[in-house]
């Protein structure tokens, strides 16, 4: 049976036919840990006597964005990052700064460690990120855990975290964006609540509902609803929901957007799974990404793996999902049009592909502890998720 929560982020489906080894995970930080993996060429890159600076970012209980602000106020020195690591895990990844220094720099705090690496003639990119290699405790699994071998079967979802976990609102505020209903985005990202969050949020968020406690509501708002204290003072100023929306960091207010588009992407993904479609192997006239990450048509090449559209403006309608986004689009009543957004043309987004599988490499299993490398763009969780086949994910550690 799927979980409430799953069907509330599109995904109506498990990719495997394994019957689920129970267990949780993150009981500790110390029980997911994760790496990041860049590409070779990189790697050369990192050996220049000044320049870019490249640092590993260690962090154990703090997120990358919150770690880099920190670093950014006590230090003076602002880093970029490749990808985003989760706060409940022990991570390592590569920053690097955004000007050319020779300045030697480390840090040692107590959640998170800076070392540099060494020197980048040009600033690193996403391009250079690959992937992500992971070690998972799963506590409390039963013996069937060693029978999992599907590994190379699982579609490429989007996880939890891309929605919000305990309180999945991100895609509601991105479609209320594209809507260009600016009042009810602000109304979500402040009072939505969600039965997976906890009591006291909720409290805080039951407040928020009401215009006339916003000035209560901002006084009793905890350090943790950083985005929600940005929205709520503007409002209180300006009354604006446009203004308010706007005084978020443009990162946020794409990745809403993004996020409705993960929506949409899950459950074209559930919807073709359900009607039998080949997803695991491209085939004629499918659009397929080639080993070295370039987009083209079908040619018969071992190496490329089956992409499907990932709707915005530009949306290419020529692929076999179309069908299946078609009548996704018509019931959430929105058109590819919509996500070119006059009123705020910097959140547009032109759409593009993903791989409709996790490509899984180095798959491990010793005693309770699952090790493998994922591609960029994946997410652990969805792969964790076919293994434990959990009745209540968040419960769970999802």
Not at 135 to 148: A, G, M, V
Not at 274 to 289: G, H, T
Request: aromatic share 12%.
């Amino acid at each position: 049976m799927i979980p409430k929560i799953d069907s509330e982020i599109g995904i109506t489906v498990y990719s495997t036919k394994f019957s689920g080894s129970g267990g949780t995970i993150k009981n500790q930080n110390d029980d997911f840990i994760v790496s990041e993996i860049i590409t070779e060429k990189a790697h050369a890159m990192i050996n220049e006597d000044s320049g870019y600076a490249v640092y590993k970012l260690k962090k154990n209980g703090i997120d990358t964005t919150h770690a880099l602000n920190e670093i950014f106020k006590k230090y003076g020195v602002r880093l970029k990052a490749l990808g985003l690591k989760d706060a409940s895990a022990i991570t390592e990844q590569f920053v690097f700064t955004t000007n050319k220094t020779r300045r030697d720099f480390e840090v040692q705090e107590p959640k998170y460690s800076l070392k540099k690496i060494g020197f980048s003639s040009k600033p690193l990119s996403k391009k250079n990120m690959i992937g992500n290699h992971f070690q998972i405790k799963i506590n409390d699994p039963t013996t069937t855990l060693c029978d999992f071998n599907e590994y190379d079967k699982i579609l490429n979802f989007y996880g939890y975290q891309r929605f919000g976990s305990q309180r999945p609102v991100t895609h509601l505020i991105g479609k209320s964006l594209i809507q260009k209903d600016f009042g009810m985005a602000v109304e979500l990202l402040l009072s939505f609540t969600s039965q997976y969050d906890t009591s006291k949020n909720t409290e805080i968020r039951e407040v928020m509902k009401d215009k006339s406690r916003f000035s209560y509501a901002m006084s009793i708002i905890p350090n943790g609803m950083d985005l929600e204290k940005i929205v709520l003072k503007q409002m209180i100023e300006h009354n604006d929901p446009v203004l308010a929306i706007r005084a978020l960091p443009l990162s946020i207010r794409r990745f809403f957007v993004q996020s409705y588009q993960s929506y949409i992407f899950n459950k074209t993904l559930s919807a073709s799974f359900e009607n039998n479609e080949e997803l695991f192997s491209p085939q004629e006239n499918d659009v397929c990404y080639d080993k070295n990450g370039n987009l083209g048509k079908f040619e018969n090449d071992p190496y490329q793996r089956l992409s499907i559209p990932f709707v915005g403006y530009s949306y290419y309608k020529k692929t076999r999902f179309h069908h299946y986004i078609k009548k996704i689009l018509e019931d959430e009543q929105i058109t590819e049009k919509d996500f070119f957004v006059k009123e705020m043309q910097e959140i547009s987004n032109d759409g593009g592909f993903r791989n409709s599988s996790i490509k899984c490499d180095n798959y491990k299993l010793e005693d309770n502890i699952v090790s493998f490398s994922l591609s960029r763009g994946s997410f652990a969780t969805i792969l964790l998720r076919e293994i434990i086949k959990p009745d209540k994910p968040l419960l769970s550690g999802f």
